[in-house]
């Protein structure tokens, strides 16, 4: 059995939350490119949220991370500083792992959180303002619609050298 949820809980736990604006073109990629799977995964799941929402729970309500791997992150201090939403898409994303390590029969979508985890390693978090654009550093977006989103080819690749390359 893989053990995803714990290697997620790792890599969260050493993501750079004290951000900076080295990575910022690169982390709006990254936004980008999770709105486009959270479009993907919102449509296939009938959620009534998006983008940002727990996907798990609306897959299979029953199979959630364990108790102390939530703790980990919401206990965490550099997460508890950030938006609100920061840490709840942490603990979903947390959720959406122990349902891939449960062995859960999942929509041959990418991985929704994945591309919200590398933008969390790469400098921090976000935030919504009160135009409801999401901030990316110095950086605004609108969120758009989902149908604005939804598509099969990606926004931007995840790899590290693809992204370093954004950020040139």
């Known amino acids: 059995m893989n053990d995803h949820a714990s ?7 050493r993501a750079n939350w004290h951000g900076g604006f080295n990575h910022t073109r690169s982390r709006v990629a990254l936004m980008k490119e999770y709105l486009r799977r959270a479009a993907l ?5 009938r959620a009534e949220q998006w983008p940002f929402f727990d996907a798990a729970a609306l897959a299979n309500p029953n199979v959630r991370a364990g108790e102390e791997l939530v703790s980990v992150i919401i206990e965490k201090e550099e997460i508890i500083h950030q938006f609100p939403l920061v840490m709840d898409t942490c603990v979903w994303a947390l959720h959406f792992s122990a349902l891939r390590d449960s062995g859960e029969s999942l929509p041959d979508l990418p991985d929704m959180f994945e ?3 590398i933008f969390y390693e ?3 978090g976000f935030g919504i303002d009160t135009t409801g654009m999401i901030q990316v550093d110095y950086a605004a977006m609108e969120r758009g619609s989902p149908a604005s ?5 990606a926004k931007t690749s995840i790899d590290a050298e693809s992204l370093d390359l954004l950020d040139r």
């Open 122 to 124: 790469r400098g921090g």
């Open 115 to 117: 591309p919200l985890v």
């Open 149 to 153: 989103h939804r598509s099969d080819k």
């Open 7 to 13: 290697a997620l809980t790792e890599r969260l736990i």
């Open 41 to 45: 995964w919102s449509h296939q799941l």
